[in-house]
Structures are given as structure tokens and as C-alpha cells.
């Protein structure tokens, strides 16, 4: 059975790609997940405020240009800076054979074209942005964030040779028109969907903590259905991230129209190993349906047959809810 895949026009010989993350922040960890058969690995975010310090929203009069710098660490405590992220790419493009994708993370990204010219020069393979913020300011209008994303996609896409994907929420009133749209302006490809990290409520110290919770396999149910619909849409590729613990998970991205799944959550709680033993056992379900590639089973479930989508999928919603009988 075959498992190469072509994610963002790059050869992998497997369609498991180590999402961003601390996985390869070292070369040697980064050489055992290559060796257990990951594809291409995506280096941990580099974060606007390491380009632009942050400075506070001028509607948030409660809190001072100060308080707002301290909310964010600092700059000594990000794992990388923009230099040392560079030479990090140069390191990992000499010892691996697999491609090095990095991570640009932020929401207006000023300065990005430049940085993006770097990382290329470095010898990265691919981009991908990580267009992570909670608009919570109400003058913000919706169209004004979408068209900064698309803004800043076309400007790094237009300014750099290797390809450059989006990864993008669930968050928006029409995931599929913006898709669409990113790909118009130069996105190679789409990686769905960023997860938001929500912060919990200490209520005997009254503060608010941060709080990191790996993904679950029931996360994976959003993003099958947003692949399927996504998939007939979108001549680039797309990639599932969240939810994958499974070499199954990985049959259904597929068949939804993935090129590629990201795997973070199943690496950090059982290792490179997960890597070997997916690989595996997609071989084994492929071979019981028939499917000597991976291209072959691409998108075999996607909407693409549907007439009406958007009546598909209302039609699902009432047909579930009736159901349930209690």
C-alpha cells in the first residue's frame, strides 16, 4: 500500500505531519519522528508580539499601556527568538530529509513579508499561519477581520517562492467563502481548525489562569464535516488537525478530502511510536477496502455528490435530533 501523499504541492511519504508544537524544538526529537514515519514536521509559533511588542486596545481604558505589555511573557521567555528560530530551520533542514514547515502565529502580522523572506532563505519548506485571536472589541466589524487575513495571506504568499497554508477557526459565518477566497489570494492550502485554549476561573485567588488541555478523538467530528464540504471547493490542499489519535481518524480525514492530518495531542501522551503503529494500520484498512493509494480513498465521502449542501446537512441536523427518543 502506498502513503505518499502531495500536501501544499510537497512529495510526503506519509500523510502524518507533526502539527506545531515543542516536538521538534530539538534536533534529535525532531531526526526519532521523522525515523517512526512522520511526512514533514511544522516547527513550534513564532508570535507577532516577538515582532511587535503588544500594546494594549485603546477601548480598554480599565487597563494601562503597562498592565497590557505585562499579560504577555517576556521576550526572554519564548522558547525562540526570530534569530535563534531561524538558525533553527537551517539545523533541522541539514539533518532531516522531510520537509520543515514553519509556523507565523498572530492576527495582524505586521512585519510578516520580511520575516516569511527569511525563513525561506533559511531553507523552510512551506508556512503556515495561525491567524489565532478572540475578537473581542464590538466596533471590530467581521468583514474587517477576514479581509486582514486575507490582506496578510497575500502579502507573505506573494512574497516568497514556497507555498504557504492557513490555519484557520471554526469561528466564522462562512468558513467555506473564506476558504475560497484565501485560496484566491495565494493560500496553497487550508489546515482545519485551530484550537483556542480557554482560560479557567480561579475563584479562591480571583484570578484568571491559563489552561492547556490536549485534544480529544470526539474533537475530530467538526473538522470531518468541514473537510467534506471544503474538499470539492478547493483545487490547493487542505490538512485536519485536532482530534487524530487514531490510524481510523486518519481514514475518515481522508476519505472527508484531507491530503494530510496533523498530529500534536496522541505524540506528547505516547511518543513517536504513535507514528510507526498509524501508519500500520491505515495500511491494513486499505488494504481490506481495496485501495492500493492514498488518492484513491481521497475524498471518497466528501459533499462533491450533493446536490445542496447546505440542505444536506440541515436535513442530517433534523434527522438526528428526531432521533433521540430519550
Known amino acids: 500500500m502506498d502513503l505518499h501523499t502531495e500536501y501544499l504541492g510537497l512529495a510526503l511519504g506519509t500523510p502524518f505531519v507533526v502539527g ?41 481604558a480599565v487597563a494601562s499601556a503597562q498592565e497590557g505589555e505585562e499579560m504577555f ?6 522558547q525562540f527568538s526570530p534569530e535563534a528560530y531561524v538558525r533553527h530551520v537551517v539545523r533541522l533542514k541539514r539533518e532531516l530529509a522531510i520537509p520543515v ?7 495582524q502580522l505586521h512585519g510578516w513579508a520580511e520575516v516569511a523572506r527569511r525563513m525561506e532563505r533559511a531553507g523552510a519548506d512551506a508556512i503556515e499561519l495561525n ?7 464590538p466596533a471590530t466589524a ?4 477576514e479581509m486582514e487575513m486575507l490582506r496578510v495571506t497575500g502579502d507573505v504568499a506573494g512574497s516568497v517562492k514556497i507555498p504557504v497554508a492557513v490555519k484557520l477557526s471554526p469561528f466564522h459565518s462562512s468558513v467555506a467563502q473564506l476558504a475560497v477566497a484565501l485560496e484566491l489570494v495565494g493560500a496553497a492550502g487550508v489546515v482545519v481548525f485551530n484550537r483556542f485554549y480557554q482560560p479557567d476561573i480561579d475563584i479562591d485567588e480571583l484570578t484568571v489562569r491559563p489552561m492547556l488541555r490536549l485534544s480529544e478523538p470526539q474533537e475530530l467530528l467538526l473538522r470531518l464535516r468541514w473537510l467534506a464540504i471544503l474538499s470539492p471547493l478547493l483545487r490547493g490542499s487542505l490538512a485536519a488537525t485536532g482530534g487524530v489519535h487514531r490510524d ?3 481514514a475518515k480525514a481522508i476519505l472527508a478530502g484531507a491530503h494530510a492530518v496533523q498530529l500534536v495531542s496522541v505524540l506528547l501522551r505516547h511518543g513517536p511510536g504513535v507514528l510507526t503503529s ?26 462533491e455528490r450533493c446536490g445542496d449542501a447546505a440542505a444536506f446537512e440541515r ?6 435530533l428526531q432521533s433521540w427518543h430519550g
Do not use: K
Open 20 to 60: 506545531a508544537s515543542p516536538l521538534c524544538d530539538d534536533v534529535a526529537s525532531a531526526r526519532r519522528l521523522q525515523e517512526a514515519g512522520a511526512g514533514a514536521v511544522v516547527l513550534r509559533s513564532l508570535f507577532e508580539e516577538q515582532i511587535d511588542p503588544p500594546t494594549p486596545a485603546p477601548a480598554l
Open 73 to 78: 511573557p517576556e521576550y526572554a521567555e519564548y
Open 101 to 107: 514547515i514553519v509556523s507565523l502565529n498572530g492576527h
Open 131 to 137: 491567524f489565532y485571536q478572540v475578537v473581542a472589541n
Open 142 to 145: 467581521a468583514d474587517y477581520v
Open 248 to 250: 481510523a481518524d486518519a
Open 278 to 303: 498509524m501508519a500500520h494500520g491505515l495500511t491494513a484498512w486499505m488494504e481490506v477496502h481495496g485501495y492500493s493509494n492514498l488518492t484513491d480513498c481521497r475524498g471518497r465521502l466528501n459533499l
Open 315 to 320: 436535513a442530517n441536523y433534523i434527522r438526528t
